[in-house]
């Protein structure tokens, strides 16, 4: 699952009993972690942020016999020496919270990459055992393992799984159950070159201090210059200077850097394990999935392909089913007909000011336009999204379409891994400026930030800019160009002026798989969970400070100003007021464009220079918080200025250039 | 070759480079290499006009300094050949490489150069100062060459990795891409898309341009 840094399974109640056994769920990106985690541990889970990070970790409780067991689902790590905050949290949980079993989870066709990995983890001198799941792709490609005397060799329990079907999960756990009740542990070591092992046991040997990891593998860290447990000597040793200097020493001894040589004897030892236990067959014929993931990636078939994918996933399911059926069903019947008028009648019968009365129900009032479009116009659109997404996901879309736009995102300083936060952003923008995390560098977080605000509309605002082009196929090709090419432009221009490092791309490709719906289904309901608790409330904010606006004139004031530049790009004055509403929701800016143009007020070359400029308008409320929070707020505020200004130059320049060739 | 210099001599030359260039010097003590103002080899490079000494200070001349650049090159060359191509372990790496570095002359090295896919940096790290082959970026019959340069179907092993950081050296071996891992180029546009093992993998042409592979067929 992609690390979107928000909850995944959030906010179900934890078991109160005690866990009397803790066992971590270790592996890289892809394996099968999730999948496997869910298997085991059921309905009972928490996420919740690592401390002092932004990384999330899911733990859950399982039952294992008659003992309860905490499982915790660590973060991808690639190496135990880490490079990204995931695979620091993942590590710091290893060593820190010392779980009493490891389960280390590999893909079985890629055991020759992983295996160094189970190495390393052996150094922790945690009971551990090995899952070669993926059994089934594995067999496809003519990969045959010898379990049994792989275990024998490794002195671990070898467990072959194929998670998606739940096959071999009965014996794993079977497996867990008879580890839970040991407590010896002979692991088996790898021993490096003499001349390594001769650097690493004159580090371990200078070592007083105790620590919570074996002092081999604090040896091998220091080595490999760890600034973490570079950190823990200083803290934990008598006298850091001398081991300081006997890592010094050490490493000048070696021919190659530490990193280098311990990597590479580490993938001889694995290699040389697996000389004995691999054997290969005649791999099945190419398979369709190969084929499609060919097409994906060629940029012949592969942008033809990705067209079609926005077609049918933006514009048919989302616009068409989630904006069309679903919202017309649960706005326009169930609230429009029963629930509005309930609660308008309700409120007016206890509340005699009509004041207050506009506080919760009428045209702004918390439920009719707050829980309304919540409830029955952002979720339904919001939802469909999400689901289109979890497929997109699940199936190993994203990392080939990152691979077919990278070139042209490094135009924009951006790299293909963009695509996750951007493509996300066509659902919900500001869910999407929390995912930019997973960028690397601030330089690319700043960018996608500001492209998000500027120039990606979300799934509820183009729900309803498509409705309000209905049959007016040209005005909405002349829509889509202008803010494509305005992003691009953006970016373009964001690229050359925000500083920081070129950006690099360097991503695994995972093989196309068929989506597993109850993964689909589980990612799905995760996210509108975590959209609901996060972004209701501000529904509910934006209906009280519009009441607030309305009641103490504020608003007239704002209008009457932003009516100047709305006149100036050629609209009636009427449309001012649709782009003060636009900021408390970006939709309902649309959704106002959308009254406005009932009434007859709008040419088609105003109805253009409108919906143009109120897609590139400030983003939504919810939006503008989260960028303070995770951006700052002295650069949320420039962004804010920049976003406003372009809006209405662009708004500006399409107003003269539809009249110059005098269309509408 | 201009002059005909010794192999003490270039031995000698070699030396000199290390301490001056490649610490940001001038000049260098005669003390700190540990020769004294007899030596033979220094005397021949005397005589040649390849360096200058004065107060036991040492200097190269601009014609030592092409001299010395080209020695160290030559030597690095014999070094990242006999590890990439001839698999020499690293035990041996030095003497040998001390030996063969002698007879890379006239023209050799550039076609070794070029064989190996015009290399940056010699097998420990240490840059290989770019001839004249590389600066034209000669093509021709070629054993090593960065990724970058393969066609789509090419494979081979990965010779070395010339990453431009540790961490991203570190980032590279974490994920699979070693040396001596076989590696396939599947596709270079829009991104060079190459599988090693049972994976696959997109990169940039930065990253492509840092795994440097040894072509088989
Ligand atoms: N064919 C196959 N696919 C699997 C298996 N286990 C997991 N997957 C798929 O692999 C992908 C990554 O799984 P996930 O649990 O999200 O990986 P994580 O990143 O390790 O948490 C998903 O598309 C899963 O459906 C398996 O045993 N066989």
């Known amino acids: 699952m992609i690390p979107l840094g928000f909850g995944r399974r959030a906010f179900r109640r934890v078991e109160a009993r005690e866990a009397d056994f803790k066992i971590a769920l270790v592996g890289n990106p892809n394996v099968g972690k999730s999948v496997i985690f869910n298997a085991l541990t059921g309905r009972y889970v928490t996420v919740s942020n690592y401390p002092g990070t932004t990384v999330e970790v899911s733990k859950g409780k399982a039952k294992f016999g008659d003992k309860i067991a905490e499982v915790i689902d660590t973060p991808g790590m690639y190496s135990l020496l880490p490079i990204t905050d995931e695979e620091r949290v993942a590590r710091s949980i290893l060593t820190h919270e010392r779980p009493d079993l490891i389960l280390h989870i590999v893909d079985a066709k890629n055991i020759s990459r992983m295996l160094p990995l189970t190495l390393q983890l052996m150094e922790l001198e945690v009971p551990m055992i090995l899952v070669l799941n993926i059994m089934d792709e594995a067999e496809r490609a003519g990969i045959r393992i010898d379990v049994e005397k792989l275990e024998a060799i490794l002195g671990i329990p070898v467990v072959p799984t194929i998670a998606t079907s739940g096959k071999g999960i009965r014996e794993l756990r079977e497996r867990i159950e008879e580890r839970m009740g040991e407590e010896e542990w002979e692991p088996s070591k790898v021993k490096l070159n003499p001349e390594l092992e001769r650097a690493v046991s004159e580090v371990e040997e200078s070592l007083e201090g105790e620590y919570d990891v074996p002092k081999r593998f604090v040896a091998l860290m220091l080595l490999q210059d760890d600034p973490e447990l570079g950190a823990e000597v200083r803290s934990r040793e008598p006298n850091p200077r001398r081991v300081e200097k006997k890592v010094s020493a050490a490493r000048a001894s070696l021919a190659r850097s530490p990193v280098y040589a311990i990597t590479m004897q580490r993938q001889r030892a694995a290699d040389s394990i697996l000389d004995q236990v691999i054997s290969f067959e005649e791999a099945r014929r190419r398979r369709f999935s190969e084929l499609l993931g060919d097409l994906m990636v060629n940029p012949w078939t592969g942008i033809p392909f990705l067209l079609l994918v926005l077609y049918l996933g933006l514009y048919k399911i989302v616009g068409g089913l989630g904006a069309g059926v679903l919202v017309d069903f649960i706005e326009g019947t169930l609230f429009e007909r029963y629930v509005n008028p309930y609660v308008t009648r309700f409120f007016e019968a206890i509340i005699p000011w009509k004041i207050l009365q506009d506080l919760f129900v009428h045209d702004y009032g918390i439920i009719t336009l707050g829980v309304r479009y919540a409830v029955a116009i952002i979720l339904p659109i919001v939802g469909v999204f999400f689901l289109v997404f979890s497929v997109m996901e699940d199936s190993g879309y994203f990392p080939r379409l990152a691979m077919l736009v990278d070139r042209v995102f490094k135009r924009i300083g951006l790299n293909g891994r963009a695509v996750i936060p951007l493509v996300l952003g066509l659902g919900c923008d500001t869910m999407a400026t929390i995912v930019t995390r997973i960028l690397e560098t601030r330089r690319e977080k700043i960018i996608a930030t500001f492209l998000l605000a500027l120039a990606i509309p979300c799934s509820a605002q183009y729900g309803v800019i498509t409705a309000l082009f209905a049959g007016k196929v040209i005005s909405f090709a002349i829509w889509a160009g202008v803010i494509l090419f305005v992003f691009l432009l953006a970016g373009f221009l964001a690229s050359r002026l925000v500083p920081g490092e070129e950006p690099t791309f360097f991503m695994e490709i995972p093989p196309l798989r068929l989506p597993k719906i109850s993964n689909v289904l589980s990612k799905t309901a995760a996210r509108m969970e975590w959209y609901f608790v996060e972004v209701f409330p501000m529904f509910i904010l934006a209906s009280v400070l519009i009441w607030i606006g309305r009641v103490t004139r504020v608003f007239d004031l704002l209008v009457k100003l932003i009516s100047y530049p709305v006149r100036a790009i050629g609209l009636p004055p009427e449309t001012a007021q649709v782009f003060l509403y636009g900021f408390f929701r970006r939709d309902y800016g649309a959704a106002g464009l959308y009254d406005v143009q009932r009434e007859g007020l709008l040419s088609d070359a105003q109805l253009v220079v409108a919906a143009v400029t109120l897609t590139l308008f400030v983003p939504c409320i919810a939006q503008f918080l989260v960028m303070g929070r995770e951006r700052g707020w002295r650069t949320t505020l420039a962004v804010v200025g920049v976003v406003i200004s372009i809006s209405f130059i662009v708004g500006f320049t399409v107003n003269l250039a539809l009249k110059a060739v005098g269309f509408g | ?217």
């Not at chain 2, 570095?101 to 240490?126: R, S, Y």
């Not at chain 2, 090693?196 to 072509?215: C, M």
């Open chain 2, 1 to 217: 070759m201009a002059v005909q210099v010794s192999n003490q001599a270039q031995e000698l030359l070699e030396r000199i480079w290390l301490e001056t260039e490649e610490k940001g010097r001038e000049e260098v003590e005669l003390d700190r290499l540990g020769i004294s103002p007899e030596d033979g080899a220094l005397e021949e490079l005397i005589r040649l006009g390849l360096v200058n000494v004065s107060e036991g200070v040492l200097k190269l001349t601009p014609q030592g300094y092409e001299e010395a650049k080209s020695a160290i090159r030559r030597h690095r060359l014999a070094e990242r050949l006999l590890v990439d191509v001839l698999e020499t372990g690293y035990q041996l790496l030095e003497e040998r490489a001390c030996k063969f570095e002698h007879l890379l002359f006239e023209g050799i090295d550039e076609k070794i150069c070029t064989l190996l896919g015009h290399p940056k940096v010699c097998p420990h790290g240490n840059p290989i100062p770019p001839g004249r082959c590389c600066l034209e970026a000669k093509e021709g019959e070629r054993v090593v060459a960065p990724l970058s340069d393969l066609k789509p179907g090419d494979k081979g092993k990965i010779a070395y990795l010339q990453a431009s950081s540790s961490k991203e050296l570190q980032k590279l071996m974490a994920m699979g891409v070693l040396p001596g891992a076989p590696i396939e180029l599947k596709r270079r546009f829009p991104s060079y898309v190459f599988k090693v093992g049972y994976t696959e993998y997109a990169v940039d042409k930065r990253v492509a341009d840092q795994i440097y592979v040894r072509i088989t067929d």
